[in-house]
């Protein structure tokens, strides 16, 4: 039997023997920590030296583009030229204006870094010019490493941490790997705005998990094409809303009337919301204080956020929906074309366009079917999975769904031209969004839903090749019958699609978490190999039968196995090893015994390791 630990280890023990890549591990430890840890210092890649760029923040001692030119030993004009500055503003700068800065990447032993000469005095400590002078781009005990003995009244040498771009970046239009220091109130999303790329080319350049919490006084790497340049109008926002607000579409009216009524619906939605929020956050607050006195420890300057959420507010707001759409058949007949036969994209699936935007329009069955997905997704609002954006009553019903441009996983696969765009990072990434989708219908929702639905044709993927699962209908409410095991039920009709049910589902029609597990790792191995899920067959299930249950022996026959069933269209470019972990998560998503399946929660644990 494969088990997850296992899994866990020996795609540690791949990684560590593969070789390093300039994808980075991500430091959490500020920039005074006196550990030396993962990350500390960024590893040297296959390609050194290198011309790249870090990032300064203009501070009291430093406020004039002529002082931070001294600083860094760089000539006044060159930093005028790459920040697009004129002379006259050399002296206009403000505290905190980041400023790019460029340096020569170098490699020493095995640590990438750029070395800058500084006059230490007595009044300098090496965490003080670590974190104060230089902001974190290098850790204090970096630099008393590289400075041993008593450096005071003496020039120093500071080791800036730098990073240098691969072969595989570059075969990406990754240019440049700029060292940025993390501050307060940063987050991805708006690091990623600032530079102006892809917030999951962050995350992975820093070997990191998608939406993993950064910390301030540490560095990120920010992959560019190109010489790098902030957005300065975008600012972090030092006291964020506590809640977003989901704002109602515009949609094309044929009266002002419906306009009004629509804005009233989303007011009305607003305040609910907001009270909604309050109340039981509120009530809770009173209670615990008044029979439930606690011992407070205070946050340090390092903490996000408070992670003592009480159970009453996350349940209040799992039961929060938001507002839809309410569109007129007419406004959907002049979005699909009045549903000719140009705009069908599947089963009573038309594609629209309302209001410059491409939307996804499902005729559905009965009101009943309608109504049992609204009562879902207006009560879902997450990345992966498909939006819902409106709906229509009328004599037969419509929906509304956000389009997903790439189609569905399926079609991806099996046309050969979607295919070969289809490069082992973006299935990687698409392997991740669907365990995170899946794991938060699991647990995040109340009521926690089985799918039963997962196959490679709800996994939908957007034009930007993320991927969302849609395909509700057959969703079911989950029973519990206490705060940690699922109640199983048996259906008198099995439901789903065949290759993807679950044994025990099939045979007794018993539904858990476990029958989504399953089919997450068919569509697993439909990613890697891009075989097609037989009806009424266990091809896919038996085809990785040369992986040991035993043990994860990787004999010469495995690997050749392993690289026959690889999907032919990636034409070998891929890590073998996240390659074989990939393969062995799926296996053990697909034991015969429910019990011996991982739960959507360990499939998550171990990506984060291969991802």
């Not at 809303?241 to 044929?254: A, D, F, N, R, Y």
Request: with cysteine; glycine share 4%.
């Amino acid at each position: 039997m494969v088990s997850l630990p296992n899994i866990i280890c020996f795609c540690i023990l791949i990684f560590l023997a593969k070789t390093v890549h300039s994808r980075q591990s991500y430091d959490k430890s500020d920039c005074s920590s006196q550990s030396q840890i993962s990350g500390s210092n960024y590893l040297c890649s296959s390609r050194f030296p290198c011309d790249t760029y870090v990032v300064y923040r203009a501070q009291k001692n430093f406020q004039s583009l002529s002082s931070v030119s001294s600083l860094f030993h760089l000539g006044l004009d060159k930093l005028l030229d790459i920040n697009k500055m004129i002379k006259a503003d050399a002296n206009n700068i403000t505290i905190g204006q980041e400023i790019i800065i460029p340096i020569r990447c170098s490699c020493t032993g095995q640590f990438s870094q750029a070395i800058v000469m500084y006059n230490f005095s007595n009044s300098d400590s090496f965490a003080s010019v670590a974190c104060g002078v230089f902001e974190g781009l290098v850790k204090a005990l970096s630099l008393a490493e590289e400075n041993p003995g008593d450096p005071h009244q003496s020039t120093m040498r500071v080791p800036v941490r730098c990073a240098c771009p691969d072969a595989d970046d570059r075969r990406n239009g990754v240019e440049y790997l700029v060292t940025y220091p993390v501050i307060e109130y940063d987050n991805a999303d708006l690091i990623a705005a600032k530079f102006g790329v892809p917030e999951t080319m962050i995350w992975e350049a820093n070997k990191l998990a998608s939406f993993s919490t950064i910390f301030p006084g540490t560095t990120l790497l920010i992959p560019t094409k190109d010489v790098p340049f902030v957005n300065s109008v975008i600012n972090a926002d030092p006291a964020p809303s506590p809640t977003e607000v989901i704002p109602l579409k515009k949609v094309t009216s044929s009266t002002e009337t419906t306009i009004l009524h629509r804005q009233l619906v989303l007011g009305v939605g607003i305040i609910a919301a907001v009270i909604l929020m309050i109340m039981p956050f509120s009530a809770f607050i009173c209670i615990r204080r008044k029979n439930h006195p606690r011992n407070f420890q205070p946050l340090s300057a390092r903490s996000s956020a408070s992670s003592n959420l009480s159970p009453d507010f996350l349940d209040g707001v799992s039961k929060l929906k938001y507002s839809l759409v309410n569109y007129s058949l007419e406004e959907l007949r002049i979005a699909t074309e009045d549903f000719n036969k140009a705009s069908v994209i599947g089963k009573a699936l038309y594609r629209g366009r309302i209001d410059g935007l491409n939307v996804a329009v499902k005729h559905m069955s009965s009101e009943d079917a309608a109504r049992h997905i609204i009562s879902i997704l207006t009560k879902i609002n997450h990345l992966n999975v498909l939006r819902l954006e409106g709906c229509c009553y009328g004599s037969t019903p419509y929906l509304v769904f956000e389009f997903a441009e790439n189609g569905s996983l399926k079609d991806c696969l099996s046309n050969a031209k979607m295919s070969k765009q289809l490069t082992w990072a973006k299935r990687m990434q698409i392997a991740f969004d669907l365990a995170v989708a899946i794991h938060y219908i699991h647990y995040c929702t109340k009521p926690a839903y089985v799918h039963r639905n997962i196959d490679s044709t709800s996994a939908l993927i957007t034009m930007d090749w993320r991927a969302k699962i849609s395909g509700f209908s057959l969703a079911k409410p989950l029973i519990w019958s206490n705060e940690k095991e699922e109640t199983n039920w048996n259906e008198s009709v099995v439901v789903g699609t065949e290759g993807y049910l679950a044994p025990e589902y099939l045979s007794d029609g018993i539904a858990s978490l476990k029958v989504d597990v399953f089919a997450y790792g068919v569509v697993l191995l439909e990613l890697i190999s891009a075989k097609e899920v037989t009806v009424g067959g266990n091809f896919l299930k038996d085809s990785v039968n040369f992986l040991e249950d035993a043990g994860f022996e990787t004999s010469s026959g495995s690997v050749d196995e392993l690289k026959k069933f690889m999907d032919p269209n990636l034409e070998g470019d891929y890590q073998l090893g996240e390659a074989m972990c990939l393969a062995l998560l799926a296996k053990a998503c697909i034991q015969n015994d429910p019990l011996n399946r991982p739960t959507m929660n360990d499939v998550l644990k171990a990506l984060s390791r291969i991802v």
